[in-house]
């Protein structure tokens, strides 16, 4: 089971709202990640959590704040969001096998944002 | 500077053609991965398959094989018998050791597969 799930599916929110993005992952991995992918562009690293602990910030504005309460779920609340930040928002997850090795992701079916 | 690059942006094909996406890496690492990742129009990112550069060997997974070769730093992939649930962006993506394994992906090639 590579299954990794995203809710909302479609998410519409004003400037001023404050929402949140759920990932959930039963496989036991230990490594999960938030991506931004813009309509006709690849997907853009922006969070990566290691064992629940945030390991990478690509210098993403603080409008955008992760949480990992558990090894589960991964949470991705906005703030003060603007119009350019609307797109697909994926999440990933991978096993985590060791240092030196790289994991295989398994992407989520993404949150579509709209900011208006 | 792109790592990764894939050259055909739209490829269109009747269905039961041979489809071949290109994807050439850059990157001076010994120890690096290549990944195929398949975008269908729903928006999930499906992994395909996962190479590392040591092992060189050609794969074939049904009608999908990929071609490897380091002397022209090429990862290509190659669908046979194409079919319209093909259709779908495919991204090429470059983990390497001194990006901390980041993925790396390309620009992506979309392709449409007609009855």
């Known amino acids: 089971d590579t299954e990794v799930t995203q809710t909302p599916k479609h998410l519409v929110m004003g400037m001023t709202n404050k929402k949140s993005l759920k990932c959930e992952q039963h496989?036991?991995?230990?490594?999960m990640y938030w991506y931004k992918q813009k309509a006709k562009k690849p997907p853009e690293l922006m969070f990566v959590?290691?064992?629940?602990?945030?390991?990478i910030n690509e210098s993403v504005p603080s409008r955008f704040s992760p949480e990992c309460p558990n090894s589960s779920l991964l949470n991705l609340h906005l703030h003060a969001l603007q119009p350019e930040d609307s797109a697909l928002y994926l999440c990933?997850?991978?096993?985590?096998?060791?240092?030196?090795?790289?994991?295989?992701?398994?992407f989520g079916p993404g949150t579509r944002l709209t900011v208006l | 500077a792109q790592k990764v690059t894939q050259a055909q942006t739209e490829i269109s094909v009747v269905e039961k053609e041979d489809v071949t996406l290109d994807c050439v890496y850059e990157?001076?690492?010994?120890?690096?991965?290549l990944f195929w990742y398949k975008q269908p129009p729903s928006g999930e990112l499906v992994f395909l398959i996962r190479?590392?550069?040591?092992?060189?060997q050609n794969e074939i997974s049904g009608r999908y094989s990929w071609n490897f070769q380091k002397s022209t730093s090429s990862f290509n992939f190659t669908i046979t018998a194409s079919q319209v649930v093909d259709s779908a962006v495919y991204f090429c993506?470059?983990?390497?050791?001194?990006?901390?394994?980041?993925?790396?992906f390309g620009k992506g090639t979309s392709l449409l597969v007609t009855p």
């Open positions: 496989m036991g991995h230990r490594a």
């Open positions: 993506a470059l983990s390497e050791a001194n990006s901390g394994y980041a993925l790396n």
């Open positions: 959590y290691s064992y629940e602990k945030l390991s």
């Open positions: 990157t001076r690492d010994t120890t690096y991965y």
């Open positions: 990933a997850s991978s096993p985590k096998v060791g240092e030196g090795v790289p994991d295989t992701q398994y």
């Open positions: 190479r590392n550069s040591f092992d060189e």
